[in-house]
């Protein structure tokens, strides 16, 4: 009895160790299962058009650029990391890694690519908060005013890409990142003409000039978009404002804080999303001098000085109290307002027609607080957006009133949208730590069946919580969790895709999934079945995709299937992932692989 009590505690951990290395093994590369229990993302008022997800497992991710095709660098917020995404999957090392302060809006938050790749000339724009201390998120402030010395500033480098490797930074522009950790603003372009674009906030603290405070400081770069050569030069000859640094860099300025930048591929010209403090937030047309009114005029109303985050009056269409610089400044009002604040960010115009024809050239705009996708219209000269019914007068005066005009929403908060070299719309989602791309539901008729996974010859395998019954040709999968970890029960099936033409293959699912008691996330994956195990301890994953939750109703669903997952042993897994108590289920009524 004595000896088993010593040994007790080191069976204990043991047994601890060993199911701790289960959910590692599991869960390698995995991270897609966290994304919400209501599945993939939806697309509104277009059948024709579905989200798939190309990659999950980034942490705050604000901004991405493609090198190429399925070549991606993405920046993650609070950490400094420049991760690339190559064919679906992170690269084992950073691309960067550089020392960031990040509170609220702080940290690294601008990204785009320029040079000639085909002569190995690759040069990477960041902008990024940088640390004083040489580690992340050393700026302790209170919540509108920091150590003088902490951070370095608001910076932006110029990169050049070397073996994997961003190398060489070379500073361009040093901006302030006090008094205030908000505002900080973010989008980095390289435009039509070649130039870098650059848009940074007011910082909490409209102070300067250039946010229209008559009696404030000379300009400092905040509170605008600043135009440099890839050299971190004004434009020779291009001085809009003024002449003396930094006035001769600012394109626009009164831009109170903007999370989102992008040129017309038409006419060139630049467009912004804007965000109001509660109220007011804009999209705008920006030509050279543009003024946005910030802190004078957010929407079409004037500031409310007595509570900021109430709109005051409506202002005429040429404000008082605005600073215009001689004349060289000139203030428009926006393009579209929302009135109750959804905070914009991302804009994207879809130069492209993958997505159907009618939305070429259009416009795309993401919000952070409700992960929604809007779409937009341009009248025929491009200089303003087709809006009709309630929204004919340029503002969505309540929440209600964007239906018209919300094109996809489950984005769960959408940081940057990139149409890519494949020319669909690649979407960041911040709370997701993923990417989606929008593609075309192909219509597509299956030829010849290799495989119905279903049949009385492939016999599934539980694992976890799972039990499952296997009779009339349906598969049913139930869960009852009772256990507060996350958990990644499945189903497995040993098999082989025996498959030897040059042909596309298909795996055709008809499901039911639902939670009768908690959330769950249902996905489908193949991994491959041998003894050679990846260097974590886990199977190669060769395919994968998330299941949407049903809610009871049966659905069809089709899925394109990589030539890999062909002639040799495979796993085909139908995981039920839960993270707490509930009861969960997923009916497999087909399950087939053919060729077309």
Known sequence: MTQFNMLCPLIGLF?????????????????????????????????????ELVFLGLDHP????FLGADDILVLEKNNGTVQRIVNGNMLDEPALDVNVANKRTRGILGIDVAGNPTRGQIYVFLYYTESSRGIDGSDNCQVDVCNPAEPLGNRLYKYELRDGKLVSPRLLLDLPATPGTGENGGP???????????????????????????TGLPPDGTSGVLRITQDGQPITGENILGDADPLNKYYAYGIRNSFGIDFDPLTGKLWDTENGPLYGDE????????????????????????????????APLKPHGLVDFDGKGKYSNPEFIWLDTISPTAIAFIN???????????????????????????????????LKGKLADKVADTYAENK?????????????????????????SYYDGAIYRIVPIKSIIPRQSIINLLDNNQIWKPFGQTTISQNDGTLTINVDSNKPLKIYNRSFLPTKINYHMNKTLLLNLDYVSKSDMGNATFSVQIRENSSTYNTNGTKKILWSSLLHNTSGNLTSESFI????????PVEIRLYVITEGKGQHTLAIKKANIVYL
């Open 561 to 568: 299937l990589p030539d890999e997952v062909a002639n040799k």
């Open 283 to 314: 999209i705008n047309l920006i030509e050279p001098g543009f003024n946005s009114g910030s802190s004078v005029v957010q929407g079409i109303w004037y500031s409310n000085p007595s509570n900021l985050s109430i709109a005051g009056n409506v």
């Open 404 to 428: 018209d005009i919300i094109f996809g929403s489950g984005f769960r908060g959408i940081t940057d949208m990139q149409v890519g070299p494949d020319g669909y719309l690649y979407i960041l």
């Open 62 to 65: 604000t901004s991405m650029a």
């Open 352 to 386: 492209s027609d993958k997505l159907g024809k009618k939305y070429s050239n259009d416009i795309m705009v993401g919000d952070i607080n409700n992960g929604n996708l809007y779409h937009f219209d341009l009248n025929d000269k491009r200089t303003g957006l087709i």
């Open 188 to 214: 980095v372009r390289v435009g039509p003409d070649k130039n870098v674009y650059l848009v940074i906030g007011d910082l909490l603290h409209p102070r300067t000039i250039m946010s229209n405070n008559s």
């Open 15 to 51: 047994l601890f160790i060993a199911f701790i290395w289960i959910l590692v093994s599991i869960g390698h590369n995995t991270d897609y299962y966290s994304v919400h229990a209501y599945g993939l993302p939806i697309i509104h008022n277009d059948p024709n058009l579905k989200t």
